[in-house]
Every structure is written in structure tokens, then in C-alpha cells.
T-cell receptor, first 112, second 118 residues
Framework: AQSVTQPDIHITVSEGASLELRCNYSYGATPYLFWYVQSPGQGLQLLLKYFSGDTLVQGIKGFEAEFKRSQSSFNLRKPSVHWSDAAEYFCAVNTGGFKTIFGAGTRLFVKA | EAGVAQSPRYKIIEKRQSVAFWCNPISGHATLYWYQQILGQGPKLLIQFQNNGVVDDSQLPKDRFSAERLKGVDSTLKIQPAKLEDSAVYLC????????????????FGNGTRLTVT
């Protein structure tokens, strides 16, 4: 069965430091890949998506993600974190059917 | 464009009571989803509609949960009777995905309804 793993339940980074959130998926082919962000009390907002082509994709708010087929990974990165980036981040995959599966999420804390 | 609207934002009920949630998707979006998000977990799909037909309800606890999407627009999700473990945020999402086309349309989420069952 398809699955999405986000190994880090929470991560704390200092403001201005770089960030990498990990995501691994289990699927026999290349799925459609997404990163969403959820602020407290809000719904999920799409940060970026990967379907095909260039394996480094750019998203909103200065985020980027890199698809690595050999590692079945789609890690999210940001060069310099801002305090407003504190939120929960979800990796999601769609394997060509109708269902989008979400990981358990990584909560990001930003310290001044 | 107007986003996905959900109501109410919060609901507190006692176990064995019933509750209903409402969702209005983005205009023109054919596909509508209800997700359950338990604290500390990612969203779990409960049911998916394509226009007013059900595409996937394999994870919907049908003995207590029901959902409908009349006229292919608004949708309601009902729980009757509620259990303590139903405490969660219920998220509605929509996408412009059409049947038979690619599955790369992102989901647009509402702000959710936080349900507390006591």
C-alpha cells in the first residue's frame, strides 16, 4: 500500500537559519508530490507540487523541494527561516488514483 | 476567487448526540473531499465526491457517518451517534480535477470544523 513518512515530528530552528523537512514515500512508480502548510486554526495551503520534469521545484514563500527518485524522497527546504514560517508541514502524494495521502506532519518551531 | 467555506468553526457535543457540518467548495470545482484530522496526525480521507457521485468512501465509518452532495455543489457530513474518538478537525477540500483527467490538481482546503465530543 502507498504510504508517506515524515520522520520528524517536530523541528526547531533559529530565525535566519536554513531548514530541511524530510519526506519519504512508498510507491512503485513516481507519484504526484505535494507539500502543504497548516497554520494554527487554519486549513492546509499548498506550498508546491511536483509532477514531472525538473526535480527541483520552487514554491511560495521562498520554499523549494527536491525530488530524488533513488531515495523515494521529496524534501522541503528553505535557505532562511522567518518567524512566520512556524506551522505544521504536510507532505502528500497522489499515486494516479483519486486519493491523496498525507504524512503525519512535521511541526516547525522558530526561535528568535 | 472565494475559498472553500465551512461551518461551524467549532462544535462541542456529548457522546451519542448527532452533529452536521457544512461545506461550500470553490465555484466550479467538481471534486469535493472530507478529511478527518485527529490531533497530531495528518488528514485522513473520509469521502470523495465527483460532482454529486461518491468516488471513494472506503474509510468512512458508515454505521455512524454519512455525507451527501446535493446538486454537485454544497456538501454536508453527519455523525450520528458521535463517539469520543470522533473528536477531530473535519476538513473540507475541493479541486478542479475532472473525471478521466490527470490527478495533479492540488486540493484547496477550508479552515475546518473542530469537533469536541465529551
Amino acid at each position: 500500500a502507498q504510504s508517506v513518512t515524515q520522520p520528524d515530528i517536530h523541528i526547531t530552528v533559529s530565525e535566519g537559519a536554513s531548514l530541511e523537512l524530510r519526506c519519504n514515500y512508498s510507491y512503485g512508480a513516481t507519484p504526484y508530490l505535494f507539500w502543504y502548510v497548516q497554520s494554527p486554526g487554519q486549513g492546509l495551503q499548498l506550498l508546491l507540487k511536483y509532477f514531472s520534469g525538473d526535480t527541483l521545484v520552487q514554491g511560495i514563500k521562498g520554499f523549494e523541494a527536491e525530488f530524488k527518485r533513488s531515495q523515494s524522497s521529496f524534501n522541503l527546504r528553505k535557505p532562511s527561516v522567518h518567524w512566520s514560517d512556524a506551522a505544521e508541514y504536510f507532505c502528500a502524494v497522489n499515486t494516479g488514483g483519486f486519493k491523496t495521502i498525507f504524512g503525519a506532519g512535521t511541526r516547525l518551531f522558530v526561535k528568535a | 476567487e472565494a475559498g472553500v467555506a465551512q461551518s461551524p468553526r467549532y462544535k462541542i457535543i456529548e457522546k451519542r448526540q448527532s452533529v452536521a457540518f457544512w461545506c461550500n467548495p470553490i465555484s466550479g470545482h467538481a471534486t469535493l473531499y472530507w478529511y478527518q484530522q485527529i490531533l497530531g496526525q495528518g488528514p485522513k480521507l473520509l469521502i470523495q465526491f465527483q460532482n454529486n457521485g461518491v468516488v471513494d468512501d472506503s474509510q468512512l465509518p458508515k454505521d455512524r457517518f454519512s455525507a451527501e452532495r446535493l446538486k454537485g455543489v454544497d456538501s454536508t457530513l453527519k455523525i450520528q451517534p458521535a463517539k469520543l474518538e470522533d473528536s477531530a478537525v473535519y476538513l473540507c477540500a475541493s479541486s478542479s480535477r475532472q473525471g478521466g483527467q490527470g490527478n495533479n490538481s492540488p486540493l484547496h482546503f477550508g479552515n475546518g470544523t473542530r469537533l469536541t465530543v465529551t
